[in-house]
């Protein structure tokens, strides 16, 4: 299991939003470069950037920053937000990004998630952000009735081989998670998945970790780090030593 800080990156400063609202930002940090160097000398290997200014637009707006983490960083990055065309992806891939995530056209335009996944192959993730049950898009800002088991089904149809899957309600919140949760999730998909929201403590990624092999391929996390609740080296090393 890999531990994915968070970035997410809004006005080009490092931020988190409660609940995915655009009103309710905390700034922590005004240099995303910065920011990363500083995961990666506490011992991370991937981090988690989300371009959040594009996934509210459409289009990505901070690819320069994205950029500029991969080439000053040894990080793996995996990155969302606003990726709704072919040429997004590629220009993501020749920037060196590892993986990238997929979430609005998932639901707006599935023949296009299959293309995305037949020419990127495995670099494609999808994104599957649950309002109580039900998939929302465009940034989180509309809702849909698409279910989000419904969708989780049909990754296993498309090939796909990684997921992220953030339960909005405790996003931002350090809420603590529902672990359970995740393993219906992972039967689903047919793969281990992503946890993304409400991580407050070390114990809930030892609650991550308890559902054993197989279920959870990472922990996205962001505000706990950032609020101080536990250190990254801590997270890291809860799972280097068992």
Not at 20 to 45: I, K, L, M, S
Not at 163 to 183: C, F, H, K, P, S
């Amino acid at each position: 299991m890999e531990i994915f800080p968070a970035i997410d990156i809004l006005g080009g400063k490092v931020v988190r939003l409660a609940r995915g609202d655009y009103d309710a930002v905390t700034f922590y940090n005004d240099d995303p470069v910065q920011q990363a160097r500083f995961f990666e000398q506490q011992g991370a290997t991937w981090v988690h950037l989300v371009d959040l200014d594009g996934a509210r637009s459409g289009t990505p707006v901070n690819h320069e920053i994205v950029r500029r983490i991969i080439e000053a960083t040894n990080l793996k990055v995996e990155v969302g937000g606003g990726v709704r065309s072919l040429e997004t992806i590629e220009n993501l891939v020749e920037s060196g990004a590892s993986r990238i995530v997929i979430g609005t056209k998932l639901i707006t335009d599935p023949e296009f998630t299959q293309e995305a996944i037949s020419i990127f192959g495995d670099i494609i993730c999808a994104g599957v952000d649950a309002n109580k049950g039900s998939v929302a898009i465009e940034g989180w800002r509309k809702g849909t009735s698409t279910s989000s088991k419904e969708i989780i089904s049909q990754l296993r149809v498309w090939e796909v081989k990684h997921l992220v899957y953030t339960d909005i309600n405790r996003d931002g919140m350090q809420t603590g998670i529902d672990a359970e949760n995740y393993r219906q999730i992972a039967h689903l998909a047919g793969f281990p998945v992503t946890a993304s929201g409400g991580i407050h403590n070390l114990d809930d990624l030892r609650d991550l970790k308890g559902l054993g092999d197989g279920i959870i391929e990472a922990a996205i996390i962001g505000r706990a780090l950032y609020e101080g609740n536990f250190s990254l080296a801590e997270a890291i090393g809860l799972f280097a030593f068992g």
